[in-house]
């Protein structure tokens, strides 16, 4: 088997995917912009063979490394970049080499635009927030005028909080239309809920591998825009009637053969037509693992190994990694440089040295929503999760 690994080099942990390929005998070959040598040896050791390009984003100059590659060793079985920035380009690497093994460039559409996303979660009967599509300040007013303020807008095609805005009254609405860029946007009533994720991994016949979930704070966008600290975890178990809503998405949207990462709110309060309070509701799919180091803090959430299982569905579309019952919470809590905090890295790691499993500074292109500094611990319950949130994160 050859499989493709586009951009293996970030974020750092990204080696293991491809580790974990080559254990089981794939053929592992990299596209990416990074200099050989200053590839980790860990991830040279996970390729058979690296192909750099001069830039990424330069399509033809990709498509040669791949033309590249399949004649040198021959038809191409798998494209894949784990990563949300590079679906649109793997996608179109697919169609044009013909592989079969994951979204063509027309399938692709239906899980990267917002809008086109509704149709979907009906189809499998999760409720979403009304919506518009975002065309002039007139209809967008009548909008806001049925659903009520406030509405957020966001980039019908976008990746993460940037460019969203939360719009409260009629005067927000004429700065939205005055500052927003030149993009497709959408408009949505405004949901009050906590998010939750529904991650998982499925095999070629839509069913999943491995189910995870993870809860975030109600707006990344605020974290984003406001520069505030950013704490999640990683829950013990799924919560039920999530694993059902996330099962019926993945059957609904007809995708196989990936890591999945589904957002959802749960109502914090009932909203009319569309749940009571605890209800969950569909907020957008990610047909990708969850960004930064979520992989890991599953891993070590489940004491599994998610990279392993995601190499076994790709080799031989069953899971391998047994189960060990040793499941419980793993929380992220990270810091921001522009902030003072009361308790110091050498407190930190005095009162919880021996729960933390990762700590370190983030690179600066993921610090805008991740923050400067992690700390990534295991937690025995939800309880001793929000403990540790707040004792990292408490502000001078």
């Given at each position: 088997?050859?499989?493709?690994?586009?951009?293996?080099?970030?974020?750092?942990?990204?080696?293991?995917?491809?580790?974990?390929?080559?254990?089981?005998?794939?053929?592992?070959?990299?596209?990416?912009?990074?200099?050989?040598?200053?590839?980790?040896?860990?991830?040279?050791?996970?390729?058979?063979?690296?192909?750099?390009?001069?830039?990424?984003?330069?399509?033809?100059?990709?498509?040669?490394?791949?033309?590249?590659?399949?004649?040198?060793?021959?038809?191409?079985?798998?494209?894949?970049?784990?990563?949300?920035y590079?679906?649109?380009?793997?996608?179109?690497?697919?169609?044009?080499?013909?592989?079969?093994?994951?979204?063509?460039?027309?399938?692709?559409?239906?899980?990267?635009?917002?809008?086109?996303?509704?149709?979907?979660?009906e189809?499998?009967?999760?409720?979403t927030?009304?919506?518009?599509?975002?065309?002039?300040?007139?209809?967008?007013?009548?909008?806001?005028?049925?659903?009520?303020?406030?509405?957020?807008?966001?980039?019908?095609?976008?990746?993460?909080?940037?460019?969203?805005?939360?719009?409260?009254?009629?005067?927000?609405?004429?700065?939205?239309?005055?500052?927003?860029?030149?993009?497709?946007?959408i408009?949505?009533?405004?949901?009050?809920?906590?998010?939750?994720?529904?991650?998982?991994?499925?095999?070629?016949?839509?069913?999943?591998?491995?189910?995870?979930?993870?809860?975030?704070?109600?707006?990344i966008?605020?974290?984003?825009?406001?520069?505030?600290?950013?704490?999640?975890?990683?829950?013990?178990?799924?919560?039920?009637?999530?694993?059902k809503l996330?099962?019926?998405?993945?059957?609904?949207?007809?995708?196989?053969?990936?890591f999945?990462?589904?957002?959802?709110?749960?109502?914090?309060?009932?909203?009319?037509?569309?749940?009571?309070?605890?209800?969950?509701?569909?907020?957008?799919?990610?047909?990708?693992?969850?960004?930064?180091?979520?992989?890991?803090?599953?891993?070590?959430?489940?004491?599994?190994?998610?990279?392993?299982?995601?190499?076994?569905?790709?080799?031989y579309?069953?899971?391998?990694?047994?189960?060990?019952?040793?499941?419980?919470?793993?929380?992220?809590?990270?810091?921001?440089?522009?902030?003072?905090?009361?308790?110091?890295?050498?407190?930190?790691?005095?009162?919880?040295?021996?729960?933390?499993?990762?700590?370190?500074?983030?690179?600066?292109?993921?610090?805008?929503?991740?923050?400067?500094?992690?700390?990534t611990?295991?937690?025995?319950d939800?309880e001793?999760?929000?403990?540790?949130?707040?004792?990292?994160?408490?502000?001078?």
């Amino acid at each position: 088997m050859n499989f493709i690994f586009i951009s293996p080099q970030f974020p750092h942990t990204y080696w293991l995917w491809c580790n974990r390929l080559k254990k089981n005998g794939v053929n592992v070959l990299g596209i990416g912009d990074t200099p050989y040598d200053e590839l980790s040896y860990e991830l040279k050791s996970s390729l058979n063979e690296y192909y750099k390009v001069s830039n990424m984003e330069n399509y033809d100059e990709v498509f040669r490394a791949v033309a590249f590659f399949s004649f040198k060793y021959g038809k191409i079985d798998w494209i894949e970049s784990n990563n949300e920035y590079w679906l649109t380009q793997d996608a179109r690497l697919r169609t044009d080499f013909n592989i079969t093994t994951g979204a063509d460039s027309k399938q692709v559409q239906k899980y990267r635009y917002k809008s086109a996303m509704k149709k979907y979660y009906e189809e499998a009967g999760v409720p979403t927030a009304r919506y518009l599509k975002v065309t002039t300040i007139d209809k967008a007013l009548a909008f806001a005028d049925e659903v009520s303020y406030p509405v957020f807008a966001k980039p019908d095609n976008g990746v993460g909080a940037f460019g969203t805005y939360k719009i409260e009254n009629k005067k927000d609405m004429e700065a939205f239309f005055n500052d927003k860029p030149n993009t497709p946007y959408i408009m949505e009533e405004f949901i009050t809920g906590d998010i939750y994720s529904y991650d998982a991994i499925i095999n070629s016949k839509y069913e999943p591998l491995f189910e995870s979930m993870s809860q975030f704070p109600p707006s990344i966008s605020e974290i984003v825009n406001k520069s505030l600290d950013l704490a999640y975890y990683t829950a013990a178990d799924v919560n039920e009637n999530l694993r059902k809503l996330g099962r019926a998405t993945v059957k609904a949207f007809k995708v196989n053969q990936r890591f999945v990462h589904m957002e959802f709110f749960r109502l914090t309060k009932a909203k009319k037509g569309l749940g009571k309070k605890g209800d969950f509701i569909g907020l957008e799919v990610n047909m990708r693992p969850a960004g930064g180091y979520t992989p890991d803090m599953m891993n070590f959430a489940h004491a599994t190994d998610v990279y392993q299982i995601w190499a076994d569905m790709v080799t031989y579309d069953e899971r391998r990694v047994e189960e060990n019952g040793l499941d419980h919470y793993c929380v992220f809590a990270s810091r921001r440089d522009i902030h003072n905090y009361v308790h110091s890295h050498d407190e930190i790691m005095a009162k919880y040295g021996d729960k933390i499993v990762m700590n370190e500074r983030m690179p600066d292109v993921l610090a805008g929503t991740m923050g400067n500094y992690l700390y990534t611990a295991h937690a025995q319950d939800e309880e001793a999760a929000k403990e540790f949130i707040a004792f990292v994160q408490e502000q001078a």
